[in-house]
């Protein structure tokens, strides 16, 4: 796929979802790769406009303003990143909720309602999947679920939206699923 395919498709989940800060975060990184730091600058700007405390989204800030050349503006993406690391890792009572969905299996099983060909978010932080090690920022991927595969522990296979290092499918326990 070329970085003109993977434009075109995050403007294309753009559309549907111009509110979540994942989707634009996906945009920035495609337009980075495909040298529109600009492009990349404003993506990022508005992933953390909409989520503040997004700390990957300020260290690509950080990234698009200085191929940007603009070192001093980059710096200040880089700091804020750090900052809003930093309250990332409080704990839940010290910041109370921070709108993150709680897994679909949490306060009793949920399975029921997962069903093929729902949109869902999936963890994927900390997995290996076909020699892919997917970074702790992969928080809130979206997936569409194909089927179960376990029932005990409830497993999903999800394809995601988007493909990682050629990774488009996924095994996933339960309760790393969330509603999208």
Do not use: C, W
């Amino acid at each position: 796929m070329t970085e003109g395919d993977r434009i075109a498709e995050f403007k294309e989940v753009l559309e549907l979802m111009p509110e979540d800060p994942v989707v634009h975060f996906g945009l920035a990184g495609a337009y980075l790769d495909a040298g529109e730091p600009a492009s990349a600058a404003a993506e990022y700007q508005e992933a953390v406009r909409l989520k503040p405390d997004y700390s990957a989204a300020y260290r690509g800030l950080g990234r698009a303003l200085e191929r940007a050349g603009r070192v001093a503006e980059a710096r200040d993406a880089y700091a804020k990143g750090l900052e809003s690391r930093h309250s990332e890792r409080r704990s839940p009572d010290e910041e109370g909720d921070r709108g993150v969905p709680p897994p679909v299996g949490s306060a009793g099983s949920l399975t029921r309602m997962l069903a093929p060909d729902q949109r869902v978010k999936v963890d994927l932080s900390g997995m290996v999947v076909e020699g892919v090690a997917f970074s702790q920022n992969v928080r809130e991927a979206l997936a569409t679920i194909l089927r179960q595969t376990s029932a005990d522990p409830p497993t999903y296979l999800v394809e995601l939206l988007f493909s990682f290092k050629g990774v488009k499918r996924v095994e996933v326990p339960e309760e790393r699923i969330h509603p999208a």
